[in-house]
């Protein structure tokens, strides 16, 4: 099985601030990564896919880079509402996994 | 306006069955993978089955196979996912999302509850 590692578990970021995520596949994926973000008590939000590819109505300040077993979900200035936990999730073949979460909070 | 609506979930003692459904408006379901994803309390994300546009091939996480079952009716735009031998560890937040591999649509979920 592919697993997915997501560091740091929490990351403090004043807003303004840039905020770098990474994603560590345990073998080769190629770009066949998705990141999503979500709030408490909402679903998850699909945010990159293809591993740099933004969903629609995301925005450019949320960017994705990587590809084989490294990755990185970039937000150069975080704003209010971006706070949240944000999931790494692999796919292209089966099981599909997800990675542990990095937390985003207000320093 | 894209919607997943599930329902379904609620308290089930060990060893109990419940069935969820997914209703799905504002697209053709009948034209997309739909998948079930789960989220057990203060916990991640985990991916739970998936079904392709005509119900013809399924995927399942290891852990559920053979007690769950992922089913569609695509007259009816729903998804479904019998759920039979429920234990603790299935206690979670279900969600139906959209498209097989990567889920562009989340619906808000239904909570299931596994407890004697």
């Known amino acids: 099985e592919k697993v997915m590692t997501q560091s740091p578990a929490t990351l403090s970021v004043s807003p303004g601030e840039r905020a770098t995520l990474s994603c560590r596949a345990s073998q080769s994926i190629s770009n066949n990564l998705a990141w999503y973000q979500q709030k408490p008590g909402q679903a998850p939000r699909l945010l990159i896919y293809g591993a740099s590819t933004r969903a629609p109505g995301v925005p450019a300040r949320f960017s994705g880079s990587g590809s084989g077993t490294e990755f990185t979900l970039t937000i150069s200035s975080l704003q209010s509402e971006d706070f949240g936990v944000y999931y790494c999730q692999r796919y292209g073949s089966w099981p599909l996994t997800f990675g542990g979460g990095t937390k985003v909070e207000i320093k | 306006e894209v919607q997943l609506v599930e329902s379904g979930g609620g308290l089930v003692q060990p060893g109990g069955s419940l069935r969820l459904s997914c209703t799905a408006s504002?697209?053709?379901?009948?034209?997309?993978?739909m998948t079930w994803v789960r989220q057990a309390p203060g916990k991640g994300l985990e991916w739970v089955a998936n079904?392709?546009?005509?119900?013809?091939?399924?995927h399942y996480v290891d852990s559920v196979k053979g007690r769950f079952t992922i089913s569609r009716d695509n007259a009816k735009n729903s998804v479904f996912l019998q759920m039979n031998n429920l234990g603790v560890e299935d206690t979670a937040v279900y969600y139906c999302c959209r498209n097989g591999y990567t889920f562009d649509y989340w619906g808000q979920g239904t909570l299931v509850t596994v407890s004697s």
């Open positions: 079904i392709n546009q005509i119900g013809g091939e399924t």
């Open positions: 504002g697209f053709t379901s009948s034209g997309h993978w």
